[in-house]
């Protein structure tokens, strides 16, 4: 027997997240400035009463990757080796002081590795409102590519200074609810959402840096703010979750990004949209409880996903190409 919601909601657990979403950041903008409009951002979040912040990809720089710099370690200026770090400290201290837990997008360079190897990627952190960090993601989807192509307008070089992280999308305990992670290019999958959705994942933050022209296929410039909408739309209602998508926008260097940081409901509905292109606060009280009436009906895995066989026969079919 299937449950039955009632209209309104039985039983609830609220918390009221922010999406801070930022306007751009100048390559000569320094991280204790960037840190300052974070904090700004955390006091409107206070005064609002919300409990988690959520920042956007990549959020203490400007979006490096758009030059390509043929010595790499040139670039090592752009990551950070431990966090929280000096620059980063005063938003970890306020944040705690004030009881508000954040999500922070930055570039992460590691210490060296059994092989004495350091490696780079594109991280987003989930911090307590206790100011501990419990919670790593790397991005998964690094898009754009891996040489320098100098004939574009400007580069997309995510390939060549990040690695595709080989963790997968896990998920915390954390808010009151189940939380994941994802950045940027993975909202455009729908494998992100599933592998989070069939571990209960109830609250998805996500930060992102989308360049309107884009290069490859311009086309797709006038329809970045639809995908966009789109992809976290459908995702959210697939898998019965909240998502807090959060942008970098405005023109940074030259090259005009998307705004339009919302937050979506289990349903599918934008809750809250950014109406600006610069830093910009909007907030919204998530029920965590509203995700079981699509978990438990519609989207119940265990009752309705069949897997085991269309993932078999499809591999078995192989893939046909147009003739
Ligand atoms: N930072 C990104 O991952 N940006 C990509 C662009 C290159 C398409 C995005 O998916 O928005």
Redesign the pocket.
Known sequence: MSRVFAHHGESRRPVVVGAAQLGPIQRDDSRDEVVARLIELLHQAHRRGVELVVYP?LALTT?FPRWFETDISRADHWYETSMPNSSTAPLFDEAKRLGIGFCLGYAELTEPDANGSRHRFNTQILVERDGSVIGKYRKVHI??HETNEPDRPFQ?A?RYYFEPSDEGFPVWRAFGGIVGMM???D??WPETYREMGLQGVEIILCG????IH?VPDPSQDALQGFHNALVMQAGAYQNGTWVIGVAKGGVEEGVDSLAQSCIIAPSGQVVAQALTSDDELISAECDLDWCARYKETLFDFDRYRRPEVYTRLTSQRGVVRPS
């Open positions: 990809e979006f898009p754009g997309h995510e950045i940027c290019n909202r455009r992102y840096n989308t360049p884009y």
